[in-house]
DNA sequence: AAACTAGTCAACCGCATCCTC
DNA sequence: TGAGGATGCGGTTGACTAGTT
């Protein structure tokens, strides 16, 4: 059953990239744009694997990529993503322009999480939404197998989510509950996010599983607009915002107003769509 | 000055998921 | 619908550098 390994290995450079393969693999992706990385280095004439020319591409060469420091403000962003998402660089980076996957990540083993160790130290008891220490190797605390009941869970593997459907609460069907932890009467609960299947958000994040209280918190507390009340209360469409009146789509869209008085609402952008850009749309 | 240690980060690896046929 | 290739992702490694003894 071996998988066929990514490209041939013999004869391929490795290590560290020279400066004359960097100018190569840059002429060629600003001539013929990034994919096929499998045939790339053979048509740039370049001695690497496909793989190491996209990663060298991604994290260093892209015309795009922000050098320096991780400013104060970018590493508050990051742990406040790290605490929702676990270990998903690549969705953290998404909401860090210019930063990739690669430098959150080392940035996070090797300067944030020594931070929070040391905090953790300092306070033994703590707020649950207070800056968290999760060493790397160890089970995230907000996190947990979906096979336990009282288990919060975010899976370390990540899975890819592209689209969801937030429908109208008012014209979906009545929930299923199929858990029994969850309440109808539940705040967050009547009036989860949900998907074009009826899955709680929480569950239809691919392997995102977040417990719903914690993500109700983080919700108020790092996004107060999504405080349950105000998803009760019509985030709806059909007010001055976005959804367009005669849209027979029920999917429930964000009003521009909110949009703006939310400034700091589109790192949730990647948990519903990375890949749109339905808030700047 | 040399040896050792710790920190940083680019690059590699294997697996999961997506895409195409 | 399934197989296989392509791509993306997170974890890990190891080379390099700076600091310390």
């Known amino acids: 059953m071996g998988r066929s390994p990514c490209c041939a290995k013999e004869g391929l450079n490795r290590g560290a990239w020279t400066a004359m393969e960097d100018r190569m693999l840059k002429e060629y992706i600003e001539i013929h744009g990034e994919g096929q990385w499998r ?25 795009d990529i922000k050098r320096g420091n991780i400013t ?19 969705l953290i980076a998404g909401r860090l322009p210019g930063r990739t996957d690669n430098e959150i ?10 931070k929070i160790q040391a905090t953790e130290a300092s306070t033994s008891g703590q707020n649950r939404l207070s800056v968290t220490p999760q060493p ?58 949900v998907s074009k299947e009826n899955e709680p958000l929480c569950s239809i994040m691919g392997d995102l599983e977040v417990d ?5 918190d983080f919700l108020d507390i790092e996004f ?3 405080s349950s009340s105000n998803l009760k209360n019509g985030i709806t469409g059909g007010n001055n915002g976005t959804n367009s009146p005669g849209s027979d789509d029920h999917s429930v869209l964000y009003s521009d107003d909110m949009l703006h008085e939310l400034s700091d609402f589109s790192p949730m952008a990647c948990l519903i769509d ?8």
């Open 72 to 90: 104060h403000d970018e590493e508050e962003l990051i742990i406040r993503l790290h605490k929702l998402l676990g270990n998903r660089w690549s």
């Open 212 to 216: 719903e209280s914690f993500l109700a």
């Open 136 to 193: 790397l190797n160890q089970p995230n605390p907000m996190v947990k197998p979906s096979s336990s009941e009282n288990s919060i869970v975010i899976r370390t593997k990540a899975r890819r989510c592209t689209k969801v459907v937030i429908t109208n609460p008012a014209e979906r069907p009545e929930p299923q509950f199929s858990d029994h932890h969850h309440q109808p009467d539940d705040p967050i609960k009547s009036s989860e996010f």
């Open 39 to 63: 045939n790339l280095p053979k048509r740039a004439g370049l001695k690497r694997c496909g793989k190491s020319c996209r990663l060298r591409w991604l994290n260093y060469l892209r015309p």
């Open 224 to 226: 107060g607009m999504f």
């Open 274 to 281: 990375t890949e749109s850009d339905w808030l700047q749309n």
């Open 105 to 114: 990540k080392n940035y996070w083993n090797t300067k944030i999480s020594k």
